[in-house]
């Protein structure tokens, strides 16, 4: 998202089914609360925008995890290596 843009809010009215999205923009040095009415299956670049870090944040925390599995079991044979070594000598 722009840096002028921020705090997206998305409410629902489930009798009618409009979704209603709201954000601050900053416009001539002011932050505005702006609102867009989105239809059943109509998207916003916003909601875009916002779907995508979502998915990368997501990615993101998966590749971390992986990546301590991964620095957890070169520990392991790090340990085992010292050990054998000890008893070698």
Not at 23 to 33: A, C, I, Q
Not at 49 to 64: G, R, V, Y
């Amino acid at each position: 998202m722009e840096d002028d843009i921020r705090e997206p809010q998305l409410d629902e009215d489930h009798h009618t089914r409009l979704r209603y999205l709201s954000w601050l923009k900053k416009v001539e040095n002011k932050w505005e609360r702006q609102t867009a009415t989105l239809h059943a299956g109509e998207s916003h670049p916003i909601l875009e925008a916002q779907k995508s870090l979502e998915k990368q944040l997501l990615e993101q925390k998966d590749l971390e995890q992986r990546m301590q599995a991964h620095i957890a079991g070169i520990s392991s044979l790090r340990s085992k290596l010292q050990a054998k070594r000890v008893a070698i000598v």
